[in-house]
């Protein structure tokens, strides 16, 4: 199937960005402001440099991203982190399935927030956080994951092969 091949041809770098946002501190309870803040901060880079770009192609995903980077507003208020300076990611791809692969990133992504929310609970440091950006969008989740799915699985290879390629650029630059 290929949503499993796009899983696993991209595992690697999912493992690195694990580790870049700090996966271990997180699950051995030495996650810090400074961990969540530049979380929020990727994740706000990320998605406000893609949305304009992938909108278009796919409009049925337009409202979703939307509704995150409204989420990462809230967040970075409540942080109180100033939006002017922050640098969103440039895409350059025209490709539509491409792009596709840039919006797995931010769908999948929500498969981990709700992990990573639930262990921020735990924290006596967070007490009274928000969290809008990682709590949204959960109770619907598997049904966007369900559907984004059957449309990978419904992918010709040489489109697969796109999104594949737009993944893996799209783990790079949410690291960066
Ligand atoms: C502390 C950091 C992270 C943790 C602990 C984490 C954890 C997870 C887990 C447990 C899943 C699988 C959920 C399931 O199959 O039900 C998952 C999936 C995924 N995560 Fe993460 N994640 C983290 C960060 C990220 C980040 C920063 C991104 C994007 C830049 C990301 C992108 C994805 C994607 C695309 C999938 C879907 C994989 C697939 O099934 O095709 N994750 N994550």
């Known amino acids: 199937m290929n949503s499993k091949i796009l899983k696993t041809e991209t595992q690697d ?44 192609d796919w409009p049925e995903f337009k409202i979703i991203l939307e509704q995150k980077l409204s989420a990462l507003y809230s967040d970075l208020k409540h942080l109180s982190i100033i939006i002017n300076n922050l640098s969103p990611v440039v895409i350059n791809n025209t490709n ?13 992504a929500m498969l981990g927030n709700k992990m990573i929310l639930k262990k921020l609970h735990e924290y006596q440091t967070f007490k009274g956080f928000p969290f809008v950006y990682l709590s949204q969008h959960q109770e619907d989740l598997s049904k966007i994951w369900k559907e ?29």
Do not use: C, W
């Open 148 to 176: 984004f799915q059957t449309l990978i699985n419904g992918l010709e290879e040489i489109e697969l092969q796109k999104v594949i390629q737009g993944a893996r650029d799209g783990y790079l630059l949410f690291g960066k």
């Open 13 to 56: 770098l999912h493992d690195k960005i694990e580790e870049v946002m700090n996966s271990q501190l997180l699950f051995s309870n030495q996650f810090t402001l400074d961990h969540y803040q530049n979380l929020i901060l990727k994740s706000y880079n990320y998605i406000a440099g893609i949305l304009p770009k992938v909108s278009s």
């Open 96 to 108: 539509r399935h491409y792009k596709l692969g840039l919006i797995y990133i931010v769908l999948g």
